[in-house]
């Protein structure tokens, strides 16, 4: 009982090569964050999710802890840029955490690099979603 929250990273894999859906990246990260709430709850302690994030690149939510050019199938991809990658994983986020009781807050990672939310659809979402909670529909 020496900490005040449980306090996770996550960059786990979500979706597969043939579903990217906001719905299936979301369903996968239920069952991982499922973990995280079992041991919430256990020791009474709040989620803190400390670290997660994911940069616009098609396919990148199988390897979201990649940094760099590596990419998880075909080197050979053309057109890798998709910002609604990323604002489908953030979507996951906001659906299973933020609005979540057990869940606290959320650190999104190093947003000064191409990890950034900043001036794209993700951003948009989520300032879309928190007006929403704050002010309602």
Known sequence: ELSDFICPHFYGPLGS???WSAENL???YAGILGLYKDLAHRHGKPI???ETGMRPIRAQSANPWR??????WDP???DLHDERMQSRWIQSVVRNTLLS???KGVFWWD?????T???RQGERYLQEEYHNQTCGK
């Open 67 to 72: 940094y760099g050019n590596i990419l998880p």
């Open 26 to 28: 979301s369903q996968d």
């Open 117 to 119: 939310l900043s001036n």
């Open 76 to 78: 050979n991809m053309h």
């Open 111 to 115: 947003y000064s690099s191409d990890y």
């Open 48 to 50: 803190l999710m400390t």
């Open 17 to 19: 090569e043939s579903d």
């Open 101 to 103: 009781e057990e869940t």
